[in-house]
């Protein structure tokens, strides 16, 4: 039985998490970034489930959704890389989305192949399931780091060790440590600007690197410098095994020195010796889309080792069909008029 929880064992929860979660994105249903989520005027619930057949109860779902507002129409719950459960996703996912109330859609994404909507397809009650555009990556590439720091630098495209080297050559540095926001924020801002990215407020950010920040689950700035000047920096998050690529950007002006390049190669081989097992790119184009968005910053982050790693994506499942409609119907028509 789903259960509204106002304390739980942070601890707890995020090994629950790391042990069920995906691969990809499973930091989405951390603690802290439910915290986060907080912090930036998200209402946030959390909801677990245990098996009460046990003498010593055992969780077996866990959900950190986030509530909005549908001016107008009323509410609707999103699970972002969630439910994370241990058995059965269809069955828990439905008694969650219906504890859930009153709301008109409970959104979620499906973590698996398995779930790839054959029982979505086929539920008979007037309950149905949407499939929506998709929130996260439904598609990233994965480096596993099981290899030595040779060996991954081997592995790696030759002209990206070629520009690895190129950009050592030229006196380019790399800081993992306590980094001044403001100082990289304009990097942020002209990159926005080129369009490579929609960009947050920056206090935004400035609130993921305040809240994200335990011995569980931590964001942080890695900088590329160039003559005491970062020239590229990415933003990063380390969570469950796995060490993230969130957002990154860089100076066009440098763009010759391939600090990307290197900064990248050296978070890989710092996330080897801090013991992560993986390095999350954080989204590519499919591979059958040539002429994606993507398609650039696709060929950049697949000349590094890896695997791409693919979800089902984000559904809606409806639990006021009328109001999903208009409010469907508005949505298409508020993106036609814009």
């Not at 439905?94 to 698996?112: G, H, N, Q, Y």
């Not at 990063?236 to 900064?263: E, I, N, Q, W």
Request: proline content about 5%; some cysteine; overall charge positive.
């Amino acid at each position: 039985m789903w259960k509204l929880v106002e304390e739980f064992d942070k601890k707890k929860w995020n090994e629950f998490v790391k042990k069920n979660g995906p691969l990809s994105g499973r930091f989405l249903q951390s603690w802290e970034w439910g915290e986060f989520q907080k912090a930036v005027g998200e209402k946030v619930e959390r909801w677990s489930t245990e098996d009460d057949r046990r003498e010593q109860k055992r969780t077996d779902g866990v959900a950190s959704l986030i509530i909005r507002q549908l001016p107008g129409f009323g509410e609707y719950a999103y699970c972002p890389r969630g439910p994370i459960v241990k058995d059965d996703f269809s069955t828990a996912l439905k008694a969650l989305s219906e504890i859930v109330d009153p709301i008109i859609f409970f959104r979620f994404e499906l973590l698996t192949s398995f779930h790839r909507g054959e029982e979505m397809s086929t539920h008979k009650t007037n309950k149905t399931f949407h499939k929506t555009i998709d929130l996260q990556p439904s598609h990233t590439w994965i480096t596993p780091l099981e290899l030595s720091e040779e060996k991954l630098f081997e592995s790696l495209h030759k002209k990206t060790r070629y520009n690895i080297g190129l950009a050592k050559r030229h006196g380019v540095e790399v800081c993992l440590n306590e980094i001044d926001f403001d100082s990289v924020w304009p990097i942020f801002v002209e990159t926005g600007s080129r369009g490579e990215f929609r960009l947050h407020p920056k206090d935004y950010y400035q609130k993921m690197l305040r809240t994200i920040n335990t011995e569980y689950c931590r964001s942080f700035l890695a900088v590329a410098v160039f003559e005491q000047k970062p020239i590229a920096v990415n933003l990063m998050l380390d969570f469950g095994g796995v060490r993230t690529y969130l957002h990154g950007a860089s100076s066009h002006k440098y763009r010759s020195l391939m600090a990307p390049h290197l900064l990248h190669f050296e978070l890989i081989k710092d996330a080897k010796q801090k013991g992560f097992s993986f390095y999350d790119w954080w989204g590519i184009a499919p591979s059958d889309q040539p002429n994606h968005p993507w398609a650039g910053i696709t060929r950049f982050k697949k000349s590094f080792p890896g695997r791409e790693v693919v979800y089902a994506g984000t559904y809606d499942f409806v639990r006021k069909p009328f109001w999903y409609k208009v409010y469907r119907l508005a949505r298409k028509l508020r993106r036609m008029s814009s």
